[in-house]
């Protein structure tokens, strides 16, 4: 069973685990380019007081009454730009049955009701995992990219 909940102080050393776990392809892709200080990446992921605005949410499979992270996606408004802003990754192993679009419809909800308007991404114009997710989710290319990424952007309804 999957479960999306947001990530806790407690989820650090798991979190940092699951970017470690993920293969260098997914890593490279969620990351735009390579990272290693996953400790510090999870760290930052964790919700901090000074920014209700961000938030992180992990998908985590329940077996046995152990929870295991398989997916994340981090979420942080940019007040100047009047959107939201997100990163995910799902496990290499989970990938492609609907863990995503789980967490993006969570995501969605959660910034809804935090008031936002707009959310926004960023991906390498050659990720079409991402970009099919993101066009199922409804979100549509701003022409902001450049040559290498492209910007995806979507309007958040609170009719839910
Ligand atoms: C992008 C990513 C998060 C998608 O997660 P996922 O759990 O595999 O996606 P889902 O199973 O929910 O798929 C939802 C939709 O996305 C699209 N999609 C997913 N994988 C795809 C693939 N390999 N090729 C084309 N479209 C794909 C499909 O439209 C799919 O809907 P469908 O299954 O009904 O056809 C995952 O592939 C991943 O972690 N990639 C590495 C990290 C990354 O690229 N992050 C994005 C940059 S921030």
């Known amino acids: 069973m999957v479960r999306i909940r947001a990530a806790s102080a407690s989820d650090v050393a798991s979190l940092s685990a699951y970017f470690i776990s993920l293969s260098p392809t997914s890593r490279n892709k969620r990351f735009m380019g390579a990272r ?14 000074s920014h209700p605005d961000r938030f992180t949410l992990l998908a985590e499979l329940r077996r046995e009454g152990q929870g295991t992270i398989i997916g994340e996606t981090r979420y942080a408004y940019d007040a100047a730009a009047s959107q939201g802003e997100f990163a995910i990754s799902v496990a290499d192993a989970f990938q492609r049955q609907g863990v995503g679009f789980l967490m ?9 009701n935090l008031g936002h308007d707009m959310i926004a991404g960023e991906t390498a114009r050659t990720n079409a995992e991402m970009r099919g ?3 199922k989710a409804g979100f549509r290319d701003t022409g902001l990219g450049d040559w290498q990424s492209i910007h995806l952007a979507k309007r958040l309804s609170r009719r839910r």
């Open 36 to 49: 290693a200080d996953f400790a510090v990446v999870a760290a930052e992921c964790l919700p901090k007081t």
């Open 104 to 112: 993006m419809t969570a995501m969605e909800m959660r910034a809804v």
């Open 133 to 135: 997710l993101a066009k």
